[in-house]
């Protein structure tokens, strides 16, 4: 009798055991798989996550737990394969007497999704107006107070190795359903790349390049792991976000997801250039380019560059209407004789029956094409009240006894203009059209000659000057002065270089593309706000030096008009100074006067 007791006693013992062993609802972490893992997205390699998922319930005390990611290979001199991680992410605690658990939702299935701050910004979420999705931890750098360390030469915040390397979960801890298993769930990838230790059969694929937009992803939520490369495959990430129900969490495989059981969207970029392809009107736009709102560069909807938009395209920032002459740079949209063609793809602008090739006048207003020099539209482009000023003769010619007397008897703003030999003067105590006689230069090599031949060097400009464009650079010295944040208008006395003109934001002593770029990707530093660009902010901004030199329509605030003071498309001096005779500087090539 008592060894028949003894036995069942030792039998109850066993079957007890066994029973703690296949109950997976036991432990409070243990039944957790690595269900994701993404390396990068649209060619950036900051976005990153790992998904982790429950394949049993009550697996939400995860706090304190590590997920450790291993190098493809070691190097003596630094870190061996299977010896030392080269990051380690520590899930952070609650106080599981108050909440109970370190996750709300530790159903079988739920996700923990851990990524990068990267990936915050660029994934879209079910919620309305694309919120939800974010990840439930980000990594952060252990050395200011985060959540992830790093070994030498490792970045703690971007900790996936790629292509190749190892991802351990809970590593020193048995796996819920094999008692002996020295991790809780691990996956190494790389294939014949990775050469550590592997805990499950083979190694998964390579991850992929982050242009390739897709991640590392388990095919079936068993409870035990048993082969990487047979469990694991690559997979796109989900094409629309939503919210999971209950019933599905251990079925539905999509990625990301986290433990709001929220699947986000990532939207591909095919061309880079930050707008997502499904909102991209332009998606094949040439590495680097800027780019509006709607993915286009400039070159893309307005392919000669003169500010109206191509037959059929549109943008808010590069072009306005439609062109007339897509082919080939015609500003204003020019048509002399009205027909079909514009000027600049009309062969006989003025439609006199001579080609413009021969024709000595192609306005056909009496005034040959060499005496109009670059002005030759017959438009009041610096709204002054003269068409084509700047270009020889200015106003009515004044004659006779008239150029002698100093006075301006044409009333055009200008003295003794159209006198032959006669210095023209105005406000300025100079004329800012004619390249022989300049307002005085300060700077540079011009600090010791005689600009505007009075034998005066560098003397000031003559009082009420300041409301003129003494220098023609299309700034009267009223606006130059808030631009270059001086108290004075010796600015205006400078007609070229980053110094003196204030298109040139973008040093070059030419209006380019740069000098419009330099809103949104300025040549400065990050002023505070949470970003790098000029536009949108207020003028002055202690966080930001020299931040004047962007509100070009000074008015305390760098927005869309000071954008178009330098669009070619817009009739305004500051496009179109008169030191080009009225021309688009955007197209007018270097600045005529040294800087």
Same mark, same amino acid.
């Given at each position: 009798?008592?060894?028949?007791?003894?036995? !069942?006693?030792?039998?109850?013992?066993?079957?007890?055991?066994?029973?703690?062993? &296949?109950?997976?609802?036991?432990? &409070?972490?243990?039944?957790?798989?690595?269900?994701?893992?993404?390396?990068?997205?649209?060619?950036?390699?900051?976005?990153?996550?790992?998904?982790?998922?429950?394949?049993?319930?009550?697996?939400?005390?995860?706090?304190?737990?590590?997920?450790?990611?291993?190098?493809?290979?070691?190097?003596?001199?630094?870190?061996?394969?299977?010896?030392?991680?080269?990051?380690?992410?520590?899930?952070?605690?609650?106080?599981?007497?108050? %909440?109970?658990?370190?996750?709300?939702?530790?159903?079988?299935?739920?996700?923990?999704?851990?990524?990068?701050?990267?990936?915050?910004?660029?994934?879209?979420?079910?919620?309305?107006?694309?919120?939800?999705?974010?990840?439930? %931890?980000?990594?952060?750098?252990?050395?200011?107070?985060?959540?992830?360390?790093?070994?030498?030469?490792?970045?703690?915040?971007?900790?996936?190795?790629? /292509?190749?390397?190892?991802?351990?979960?809970?590593?020193?801890?048995?796996?819920?359903?094999?008692?002996?298993?020295?991790?809780?769930?691990?996956?190494?990838?790389?294939?014949?790349?990775?050469?550590?230790?592997?805990?499950?059969?083979?190694?998964?694929?390579?991850?992929?390049?982050?242009?390739?937009?897709?991640?590392?992803?388990?095919?079936?939520?068993?409870?035990?792991?048993?082969?990487?490369?047979?469990?694991?495959?690559?997979?796109?990430?989900?094409?629309?976000?939503?919210?999971?129900?209950?019933?599905?969490? #251990?079925?539905?495989?999509?990625?990301?997801?986290?433990?709001?059981?929220?699947?986000?969207?990532?939207?591909?970029?095919?061309?880079?250039?930050?707008?997502?392809?499904?909102?991209?009107?332009?998606?094949?736009?040439?590495?680097?380019? +800027?780019?509006?709102?709607?993915?286009?560069?400039?070159?893309?909807?307005?392919?000669?560059?003169?500010?109206?938009?191509?037959?059929?395209?549109?943008?808010?920032? *590069?072009?306005?209407?439609?062109?007339?002459?897509?082919?080939?740079?015609?500003? %204003?949209?020019?048509?002399?004789?009205?027909?079909?063609?514009?000027?600049?793809?009309?062969?006989?602008?003025?439609?006199?029956?001579?080609?413009?090739?021969? @024709?000595?006048? @192609?306005?056909?207003?009496?005034?040959?094409?060499?005496?109009?020099?670059?002005?030759?539209?017959?438009?009041?482009?610096?709204?002054?009240?003269?068409?084509?000023?700047?270009?020889?003769?200015?106003?009515?010619?004044?004659?006779?006894?008239?150029?002698?007397?100093?006075?301006?008897?044409?009333? @055009?703003?200008?003295?003794?203009? #159209?006198?032959?030999?006669?210095?023209?003067?105005?406000?300025?105590?100079?004329?800012?059209?004619?390249?022989?006689?300049?307002?005085?230069?300060?700077?540079?090599?011009?600090?010791?000659?005689?600009?505007?031949?009075? !034998?005066?060097?560098?003397?000031?400009?003559?009082?009420?000057?300041?409301?003129?464009?003494?220098?023609?650079?299309?700034?009267?010295?009223?606006?130059?002065?808030?631009?270059? +944040?001086?108290?004075?208008?010796?600015?205006?006395?400078?007609?070229?270089?980053?110094?003196?003109?204030?298109?040139?934001?973008?040093?070059?002593?030419?209006?380019?593309?740069?000098?419009?770029?330099?809103?949104?990707?300025?040549?400065?530093?990050?002023?505070?706000?949470?970003?790098?660009?000029?536009?949108?902010?207020?003028?002055?901004?202690?966080?930001?030096?020299?931040?004047?030199? *962007?509100?070009?329509?000074?008015?305390?605030?760098?927005?869309?008009?000071?954008?178009?003071?330098?669009?070619?498309?817009? !009739?305004?001096?500051?496009?179109?100074?008169?030191?080009?005779?009225?021309?688009?500087?955007? %197209? +007018?090539?270097?600045? /005529?006067?040294?800087?």
């Amino acid at each position: 009798m008592t060894r028949y007791i003894l036995v !069942t006693a030792i039998g109850l013992l066993v079957l007890a055991a066994a029973l703690v062993q &296949s109950d997976p609802a036991s432990a &409070s972490f243990h039944c957790m798989r690595i269900h994701a893992v993404l390396g990068g997205f649209n060619g950036d390699n900051t976005i990153q996550y790992v998904e982790l998922r429950m394949n049993a319930g009550g697996q939400g005390k995860v706090g304190g737990f590590p997920i450790k990611f291993y190098p493809a290979s070691g190097d003596a001199d630094l870190i061996a394969p299977g010896n030392q991680p080269a990051a380690t992410f520590t899930f952070p605690q609650v106080d599981l007497d108050i %909440f109970g658990k370190d996750v709300p939702n530790e159903s079988t299935g739920d996700s923990i999704l851990i990524a990068t701050a990267a990936y915050n910004l660029a994934n879209t979420g079910p919620g309305s107006g694309g919120s939800g999705g974010e990840a439930d %931890f980000v990594f952060t750098n252990a050395g200011t107070g985060g959540n992830t360390s790093a070994a030498t030469g490792f970045d703690p915040e971007h900790p996936i190795q790629s /292509p190749s390397g190892k991802i351990t979960f809970a590593e020193g801890n048995e796996n819920c359903t094999a008692p002996l298993d020295s991790v809780v769930d691990s996956v190494a990838y790389g294939g014949m790349s990775y050469t550590g230790p592997v805990d499950f059969g083979t190694a998964a694929l390579a991850l992929p390049s982050p242009s390739d937009n897709r991640a590392l992803r388990l095919g079936n939520l068993n409870l035990q792991p048993s082969n990487n490369s047979a469990e694991y495959s690559l997979q796109a990430t989900s094409g629309a976000p939503k919210t999971v129900a209950m019933g599905n969490l #251990g079925t539905d495989l999509d990625t990301p997801r986290n433990n709001l059981r929220e699947v986000a969207t990532l939207e591909p970029d095919a061309d880079g250039d930050g707008v997502p392809d499904g909102s991209d009107q332009c998606p094949s736009t040439a590495p680097g380019a +800027a780019v509006d709102t709607n993915g286009c560069s400039q070159p893309q909807v307005d392919g000669d560059l003169d500010g109206a938009c191509n037959p059929s395209a549109s943008s808010p920032l *590069w072009c306005t209407g439609t062109d007339t002459c897509p082919s080939a740079p015609n500003a %204003f949209q020019a048509n002399e004789d009205g027909d079909s063609l514009a000027d600049a793809c009309d062969p006989d602008a003025d439609n006199d029956g001579t080609a413009n090739t021969s @024709d000595p006048d @192609d306005d056909n207003d009496g005034v040959y094409d060499t005496a109009e020099g670059q002005c030759r539209d017959d438009q009041d482009n610096d709204s002054n009240g003269t068409a084509n000023d700047g270009c020889p003769q200015i106003g009515a010619a004044e004659a006779g006894a008239n150029c002698q007397n100093n006075t301006d008897n044409d009333a @055009d703003g200008y003295v003794n203009d #159209g006198c032959p030999g006669a210095t023209e003067t105005n406000a300025c105590g100079s004329n800012p059209f004619n390249p022989g006689n300049r307002p005085e230069r300060l700077d540079g090599a011009f600090a010791a000659s005689d600009e505007d031949g009075d !034998t005066v060097l560098n003397e000031a400009l003559p009082s009420g000057s300041s409301g003129f464009d003494c220098d023609g650079d299309g700034w009267v010295g009223n606006d130059e002065m808030p631009i270059f +944040a001086a108290a004075n208008t010796a600015k205006d006395q400078d007609p070229c270089g980053n110094n003196g003109w204030p298109f040139d934001l973008d040093p070059s002593n030419s209006a380019a593309i740069g000098d419009i770029n330099s809103f949104i990707f300025p040549l400065g530093t990050n002023d505070g706000h949470g970003t790098f660009a000029y536009y949108a902010h207020t003028v002055p901004d202690a966080g930001r030096v020299n931040e004047e030199r *962007w509100d070009l329509e000074p008015n305390g605030i760098i927005g869309i008009g000071d954008i178009n003071a330098l669009n070619p498309a817009v !009739t305004a001096p500051t496009a179109r100074p008169p030191m080009f005779g009225g021309q688009p500087a955007f %197209f +007018a090539g270097a600045c /005529p006067w040294p800087p």
